[in-house]
């Protein structure tokens, strides 16, 4: 099986953008135990070529500690946009069932979802690849290019 990809291929995926997933760390607070299945932060970010240039852009998302709740089993907290805007997560986790839920909105409106089970970092790799949304607040960058390439 080849895996190789092509410098055009390459190319054609840069221009449509290329989304990146991450793995966030706990929230591991002694005091205050119910957060430990809750992240730290959670980072969304993406790449593309515009206007010749490669460019990325990241928005990172912090916890907004009084919106967690705990009902029965269920328990979810919300997670604000650092850069403003009406832009937030909702992150769940289902103790019962030991399976996490996140959905990101942008505006107002549902951009995406992720669903998993008690894996952490296969979950927030999912939820994380959704990468930024039309909208999104961000930060953006030029990415500079290898020594060489």
Known sequence: MNCEITKEESQK???????????????E?????????????????????????????????????????????????????????DCHLMIAYDEENKKYLGEKFVNGEKVGSADGGPDWHLFFVHLTLLGLASGEKCKFQDVEEKAGS
């Open 29 to 85: 607070i002694k005091e205050l135990p119910q957060f430990y299945h809750f992240p730290f932060n959670v980072l969304f970010a993406s790449t593309c070529i515009k206007d010749g240039k490669q460019v990325s852009g990241s928005a990172v998302y912090e916890p907004d500690f009084y919106t967690y709740k705990k009902d029965g089993h269920l328990s979810c907290m919300r997670y604000h946009n650092i850069y403003g805007g």
């Open 13 to 27: 995926a840069m221009e449509r953008g290329t989304f990146f997933g991450f793995i966030p760390q706990r929230l």
